[in-house]
C-alpha cells in the first residue's frame, strides 16, 4: 500500500512570505502528526490531528497552523516566515494512536531566505 | 527543554561488530519508547519499540534494552553492517496523556566495512 505522501519535496521562499505543506496519510490511518527537524534540535514537535480535530499541539508560535480534511489528508501554514523556519517538515501518520509508532513520509524541505 | 537525549551525535564501528546507541529520558511518566532509523533525503523509518513493562525486546540484530531506574535506553546492533550507516533517533511518549512522541537529536552511526 502506498506510504505517507508529502508535497513539495523542497520549497524555497522568501522571509514574510507564508507556505502551506501538504500530507497525504496512509489508508486507514486517521492520525496525522507533525514535526520540524532542524540540526542539533531532533524533531521537534508540532501539532497532531485526528478526526479533523487538533488533539495535540506542541510549543511552537502560532504561525504554525494546521489542518486536516475528512479524508483525513493534513496541512501545515507557516505565516510570515522566518529565516529559523528553515527545516525538514515531516508528516507522520497511524492507525488510531501512535502507540505503535508512526509511519513517516520523506518530508518537506523548505528554505527561508 | 529536552526532555530525551542522545549525547553521542557520531559512532563509528567496525564491521561485523556491535554498535550501542545510547539515549536518556528525563520523565518518569514515559512508558513506551521506540527507535527510528533515518536515511538522508527520506522520512525515519520504525525500528524497534520497548514498553516500561520490559526490559528488553529483541528483532532480529536489534535489542533495545530499558533501565527504568536510570531513565536509560540503549540500542544494540549486532553485527553491524555498512547498510546499517544512519543516523538514528530515540522516542518517548507517555501513553496514557496523549499522541506526542519526544525524540532524541540523534546518533549518526556509521559502520566501517
Known amino acids: 500500500k502506498a506510504g505517507v505522501t508529502q508535497t513539495p519535496r523542497y520549497l524555497i521562499k522568501t522571509r514574510g512570505q507564508q507556505v502551506t505543506l501538504s500530507c497525504s496519510p496512509i489508508?486507514?490511518?486517521?492520525?496525522v502528526s507533525w514535526y520540524q527537524q532542524t540540526p542539533g534540535q531532533g524533531l521537534q514537535f508540532l501539532f497532531e490531528?485526528?478526526?479533523?480535530?487538533?488533539?495535540n499541539k506542541g510549543n511552537f508560535p502560532g504561525r504554525f497552523s494546521g489542518r486536516q480534511f475528512s479524508n483525513s489528508r493534513s496541512e501545515m501554514n507557516v505565516s510570515t516566515l522566518e529565516l529559523g523556519d528553515s527545516a525538514l517538515y515531516l508528516c507522520?501518520?497511524?492507525?488510531?494512536?501512535?502507540?505503535?509508532?508512526?509511519?513517516f513520509g520523506s518530508g518537506t524541505r523548505l528554505t527561508v531566505v | 527543554d529536552q526532555q530525551v537525549k542522545q549525547n553521542s551525535p557520531s559512532l563509528s564501528v567496525q564491521e561485523g561488530r556491535i554498535s550501542i546507541l545510547n539515549c536518556d529520558y528525563t520523565?518518569?511518566?514515559?512508558?513506551?519508547f521506540l527507535w527510528y532509523k533515518k536515511y538522508p533525503a527520506e522520512g525515519p523509518t520504525f525500528l524497534i519499540s520497548?514498553?516500561?513493562?520490559?526490559d528488553k525486546n529483541e528483532d532480529g540484530r536489534f535489542t533495545v534494552f530499558l533501565n527504568k531506574s536510570a531513565k536509560h535506553l540503549s540500542l544494540h546492533i549486532v553485527p553491524s553492517q555498512p547498510g546499517d550507516s544512519a543516523v538514528y533517533f530515540c522516542?518517548?511518549?507517555?501513553?496514557?496523556?496523549?499522541?506526542?512522541?519526544?525524540f532524541g537529536t540523534g546518533t549518526s552511526l556509521t559502520v566501517i566495512p
Open positions: 489508508s486507514g490511518h486517521r492520525s
Open positions: 507522520a501518520s497511524s492507525p488510531y494512536s501512535s502507540n505503535y509508532g508512526y509511519t
Open positions: 520523565n518518569s511518566m514515559f512508558d513506551y
Open positions: 490531528y485526528f478526526s479533523e480535530t487538533q488533539r
Open positions: 522516542a518517548a511518549t507517555d501513553s496514557n496523556t496523549g499522541n506526542q512522541f519526544y
Open positions: 520497548i514498553s516500561s513493562i520490559k
